[in-house]
């Protein structure tokens, strides 16, 4: 019997930081440059030195290598550098595991977890031209025939979750309307002063069937950080510390034999690791306060809710529904601050953000007495991540 996977309660997060976010090619600043403004901010919220930290955790190939920022920031010693495999932002409650792992195990005092994306000084993300020549892996069964982008790839599932458990449109439709209005109260969201109703939604122009352009996620550029710390140091600094509770990786039985001959193919990849990330929490869907879902697509955060539990298949169409996702008031409230379709595309660590802005209670959408937030990273892709928040009193 293997004993209990556990970092319950022994890390922390201190600070959090963020450049502007900006629409795609409209940074007048360098990839670079970006990704240290977001960890000074960190760290100037932290009330840490930027010198003190001593660990790097990033994902998806972020491009900010690991000698290069800690020789930017002057950082005494660098003693963990980590990246999480895969691309797009499955990887982003992962970085944040990845580095509470080495602060647990003693191997870091104090680690950075960031994003830096200037996607107007490189390749687009969502189109396919960035792809090499030479494809392989799950690429070579997609891209030979067309389908290049990951609205295409992720289109299919989406189809095949909609047609085999009878999800509607309007359920896709009510993830969207919630992100944008959310958004309309954030001063950080690129989409504040664009609220999104039906009629502007149900006349959208395709992307690809089944999304329209609001389900889709945003392009842009900017940075985010996050700075974790042992839980009892996180006690002398200057914010209220905001607890790491669990965080869990990975997918599900031959999830990589690949990306379209997957035996469960209308899934976000947590079947399996949803169980891991409530059972080192010990906490249930039920315990959830606020819920940050990875919005790729609309239909990922459909299947991620089914699959950690706040909803079935059979009821999935009754409970995500926009009056139940907006916050206060909302039975499930979901991506308080806009997330990936309204408020920024940081890969999803925005989202992070925001849960620790929950547990703070500095979010502009507050939840009220939300004491345990819930983030999962990147549906549909692998490996998958996800991470659970919690406040002092959850301890």
């Not at 600043?29 to 970006?34: R, V």
């Not at 104090?110 to 969502?126: D, I, K, N």
């Not at 069937?209 to 900017?222: A, K, M, S, W």
């Amino acid at each position: 019997m293997p004993s209990k996977r556990t970092m319950r309660g022994q890390v922390a997060v201190a600070g959090i930081g963020e450049t502007t976010y900006y629409k795609h090619g409209q940074s007048p600043d360098a990839q670079f440059k970006l990704t240290l403004e977001a960890i000074l901010a960190a760290a100037e919220d932290a009330g840490i030195d930027p010198r003190e930290i001593d660990g790097i955790a990033s994902y998806a190939d972020d491009k900010n290598p690991a000698d290069r920022v800690a020789a930017a920031l002057g950082m005494k010693s660098l003693r963990f550098a980590n990246m999480v495999w895969g691309g797009g932002g499955g990887g982003g409650s992962g970085a944040i595991g990845n580095a509470a792992m080495a602060i647990h195990a003693g191997v870091a005092d104090c680690v950075v977890v960031y994003r830096g994306l200037a996607q107007g000084q490189g390749a687009r993300f969502g189109s396919g031209a960035h792809y090499p020549t030479a494809i392989t892996g799950s690429y070579a069964t997609s891209i030979p025939y067309g389908v290049m982008s990951p609205a295409q790839m992720f289109a299919m599932r989406t189809t095949r979750l909609m047609h085999e458990h009878g999800i509607s449109r309007s359920t896709l439709r009510a993830v969207s309307m919630a992100s944008y209005h959310h958004a309309q109260n954030n001063p950080r969201a690129v989409m504040r002063g664009r609220p999104l109703d039906e009629e502007g939604y149900d006349n959208s122009r395709w992307i690809t069937e089944p999304f329209r352009l609001f389900d889709c996620c945003l392009e842009n550029d900017g940075a985010a950080a996050l700075i974790l710390v042992p839980a009892d140091r996180a006690k002398d600094l200057k914010q209220k510390p905001v607890y790491l509770l669990g965080a869990a990786q990975g997918a599900e039985y031959r999830a990589g034999a690949g990306g379209h001959n997957n035996p469960d193919y209308a899934t976000s990849s947590f079947k399996t690791v949803a169980p891991d990330l409530f059972s080192m929490a010990e906490l249930g869907p039920g315990d959830v306060d606020v819920v940050q879902s990875y919005e790729n697509f609309t239909g990922g955060v459909v299947m991620s809710l089914i699959e950690h539990g706040f909803c079935t298949y059979e009821n999935a169409n009754e409970v995500i529904a926009f009056e139940n996702l907006i916050a206060p008031k909302g039975k499930l409230p979901l991506n308080t601050s806009g997330g990936n379709l309204a408020e920024c595309y940081m890969h999803g660590l925005e989202l992070n953000i925001e849960a620790v802005r929950q547990i703070r209670g500095t979010s502009p959408n507050p939840v009220e007495g939300a004491d345990v937030a819930f983030v999962n990273s990147g549906p549909m892709v692998v490996p998958a991540t996800n991470s659970i928040f919690g406040s002092e009193a959850t301890l």
